[in-house]
């Protein structure tokens, strides 16, 4: 099972680009690494997903080095409604115990 | 909207009372979940289905009954609920178990009295 870490928080400010990292050091090969963002009182919702190298949608972008230790999501130009946590989590199919870190609190200022 | 539909929103019960944490998926998914969401905590998960039977249950003390009657509906049922119970329960589904994405209902918030 690929354990995350995440940092606990962060913070920025409006119109900046924010990158979260998250660490997973024993991925497996069949494994994805997979983004959602959480507000307040409401589920976890998917921003991104990717196996490797880089990933771009219309929300986020994700980049994921070549040994796949690590991956970082990418949020440009963040608004005040971007506050929330991040979650980043690694698993592949058929694989019943997937965990949830602590995720990353991040705080947008004005 | 998600396709995943979680009730009720918000329910208050005493300690001895038994009530139900419904579920449903519009989605066509063949796996669901329960997890559980402490204050400040991350996400724990309870219970893995697949294709209506139990394929993971995570040390859960016996006072949470899941059931799932068919791929599309999942319910949890409690009876005889602690304090430390108190919590947002989510529902999620995907496609196979353990495939991501998941999707999320947007929970159901559990006080105990």
């Known amino acids: 099972l690929a354990k995350t870490t995440q940092p606990i928080s962060m913070d920025s400010y409006e119109g900046q680009e924010v990158n979260i990292t998250c660490s997973h050091n024993n991925i497996a090969t069949n494994d994805y690494i997979t983004w959602y963002q959480q507000f307040p009182s409401q589920g976890p919702r998917f921003i991104i997903q990717?196996?490797?190298t880089k990933v771009t949608n219309e929300v986020a972008s994700l980049f994921i080095p070549a040994d796949r230790k690590s991956s970082t999501l990418s949020l440009p130009r963040v608004s005040l409604s971007d506050t929330a946590v991040y979650y980043c989590?690694?698993?592949?199919?058929?694989?019943?115990?997937?965990?949830f870190g602590a995720g990353t609190r991040l705080t947008v200022k004005p | 909207e998600t396709g995943v539909t979680q009730t009720p929103r918000h329910l208050v019960m005493g300690m001895t009372n038994k009530k139900s944490l419904k579920c449903e998926q519009h989605?066509?998914?063949?796996?669901m979940y329960w997890y559980k969401q402490s204050a400040k905590k991350p996400l724990e998960l309870m219970f893995v289905?697949?294709?209506?039977?139990?394929?993971e249950n995570n040390s859960v003390p016996s006072r949470f009954s899941p059931e799932c009657p068919n791929s599309s509906h999942l319910f949890l049922h409690l009876h005889t609920l602690q304090p430390e119970d108190s919590a947002l329960y989510l529902c999620a589904s995907s496609q196979r178990t353990g495939d991501q994405p998941q999707h999320f209902g947007d929970g159901t918030r559990l006080s105990i009295l």
């Open positions: 990717g196996y490797k």
């Open positions: 989605l066509g998914h063949n796996a």
């Open positions: 289905y697949s294709l209506e039977e139990r394929v």
């Open positions: 989590l690694v698993g592949g199919p058929y694989n019943n115990d997937m965990r």
